[in-house]
């Protein structure tokens, strides 16, 4: 649920966890069986809203160490069901600003002394913003291999990665591209939706092409798109698939 109208309605939550229980006053609805109107995403809140608070009295959070991809099943599965319900927002063009507050005000019963859950309930009754997951935000590569052969950017030209929830885009020394993208337990797979990359002629300032530049960003490209699964190893994001290994350091904007 987001002030913007646009992302978060129920996301991944603060990974803490204090033993504490949780009174009884969860609200009682029914979901309908198709939800095709704005006014029947608010039941479809409420009872995500309970299935979170029942579901984090159950699980040890604690267990993750702050790593949202060692997150419970449980607790992912209610995360995609609040990416589904945010969908459905975007898709009949609800005021989700409307929706968070009717949700808030019908939850607001559910109290709670676990640390967690308050700060969940406190979100949803603030409006929740997704946060970052760790991949996620801006990457520069550094180096990388493609059928045994060393791949390295040209100097003065850096290729760069950004990484969203449903998309990785990027300058590849010369060209931007972008990709959309579905990132989940260390699986980086290629959804469905337009690619796009710009294939500009690089030059330098007498007009000159740069081939270099070129060969480099066409192979990184070539790479890039055999990528099957990600993974952190400290501050380094390394993205590999057949016979392909990428490496980025967080750019230092991030």
Not at 43 to 51: A, H, R
């Amino acid at each position: 649920m987001n002030r913007s109208g646009r992302t978060g309605l129920i996301a991944v939550l603060p990974l803490l966890l204090l033993s504490a229980s949780c009174t009884d006053p969860v609200v009682n609805i029914e979901e309908p069986e198709e939800v095709d109107s704005c006014e029947w995403l608010v039941p479809v809140g409420i009872e995500l809203v309970n299935d979170y608070v029942y579901t984090l009295e159950e699980v040890d959070l604690g267990a993750t160490q702050g790593d949202p991809e060692l997150l419970p099943e449980a607790i992912i599965a209610l995360n995609l069901r609040g990416e589904e319900l945010d969908k459905r927002v975007a898709e009949l063009d609800c005021d989700a600003v409307i929706i968070n507050d009717a949700i808030a005000v019908a939850t607001a019963g559910i109290e709670s002394d676990d640390p967690v859950i308050r700060v969940f309930l406190e979100s949803v009754r603030g409006g929740i913003v997704a946060p970052l997951l760790p991949t996620q935000g801006d990457w520069v590569f550094q180096s990388g291999t493609i059928a045994g052969g060393e791949l390295t950017p040209v100097p003065d030209h850096p290729i760069t990665l950004t990484i969203e929830r449903d998309s990785a885009s990027g300058y590849g020394g010369c060209s931007g591209y972008y990709y959309p993208v579905q990132l989940a337990d260390g699986l980086w797979s290629w959804a469905e939706g337009a690619q796009t990359i710009t294939e500009l002629i690089c030059t330098d300032d007498d007009g000159e092409e740069l081939a270099d530049v070129m060969d480099a960003e066409l192979t990184y490209i070539r790479a890039f798109e055999l990528i099957a699964t990600y993974a952190l190893q400290g501050e380094t994001l390394v993205l590999t698939g057949d016979g392909v290994e990428l490496r980025y350091a967080r750019s230092a904007g991030d």
